[in-house]
């Protein structure tokens, strides 16, 4: 009973690359949300996603960011031409339905480190 | 106003201390409330939900005043695992999705033996 699955859970990229985060829900659950959490910061909401739609991006920057949910595979987190300030701890939530309290359970977390 | 603000500690107690942590929250329309748990370089883990009628759970007790928007936390008896980072997390009730959790920054715990 595998739980939230990130990957990978590290990662570095140079300044201009593309990052790209991966995350499997755990079985049964059908929403996804994604957070960042800066060195000696909290966790920072940055989008909600169903399969195939994306509920809520109010916590996603306005450039370069984009997230996907497809009807097959993983969700994926994508960050185009990264700079420094993008180097966080990028973690993924599931839980199995929005009527419930919000419960959501964590993945391990992709660390990012952009040189 | 920070949407929910905590104590960042750290609270440094030895074994066996009765240590209590404080949250507010500033979003009175905030439906859902909880208490995760942050090891270091470690992802949030729920430690408990919040119910306005107070509940424990072997030696963590949490309330709830929703008049004072105000959250605690108290951990009797603590042992050397309870060193942590205790997040605060409380829903966003905006009229859209629930789906978002808004976390403290954490007050860090050490006990000590």
């Known amino acids: 009973n595998a739980g939230v699955m990130q990957n990978p859970r590290h990662l570095v990229r140079r300044r201009g690359q593309e990052a790209r985060l991966r995350c499997s829900p755990m079985?049964?659950?059908?929403?996804v949300y994604w957070y960042r959490q800066l060195p000696e910061e909290g966790l920072k909401f940055m989008v909600y996603?169903?399969?195939?739609?994306?509920?809520?991006e109010s916590g996603m920057p306005k450039e370069r960011f984009s997230a996907e949910f497809p009807k097959e595979g993983p969700s994926i987190l994508r960050i185009q031409q990264v700079v420094r300030g993008d180097s966080a701890a990028y973690f993924c939530?599931?839980?199995?339905?929005?009527?419930?309290?919000?419960?959501?359970?964590f993945g391990a977390g992709t660390r990012l480190s952009v040189l | 106003r920070k949407e929910v603000e905590q104590d960042p500690g750290p609270f440094n107690v030895p074994e066996g201390a009765t240590v209590a942590f404080n949250c507010t929250y500033s979003n009175s329309a905030s439906q859902s409330f909880f208490w995760y748990r942050q090891d270091c370089r470690k992802e949030p883990k729920l430690l408990m939900s919040v119910y306005s009628s107070g509940n424990e759970d072997g030696r963590f007790t949490a309330q709830l005043n929703r008049a004072s928007q105000y959250i605690s936390l108290l951990i009797r008896d603590s042992k050397l695992s309870d060193s942590a980072t205790y997040l605060c997390v409380v829903n966003r009730a905006n009229g859209g999705s629930q789906g978002n959790l808004i976390f403290g920054k954490g007050t860090k715990l050490s006990v000590k033996p």
């Open positions: 939530a599931s839980s199995p339905r929005e009527e419930t309290k919000n419960i959501q359970y």
């Open positions: 996603l169903q399969k195939e739609n994306i509920i809520d």
């Open positions: 079985k049964g659950h059908s929403h």
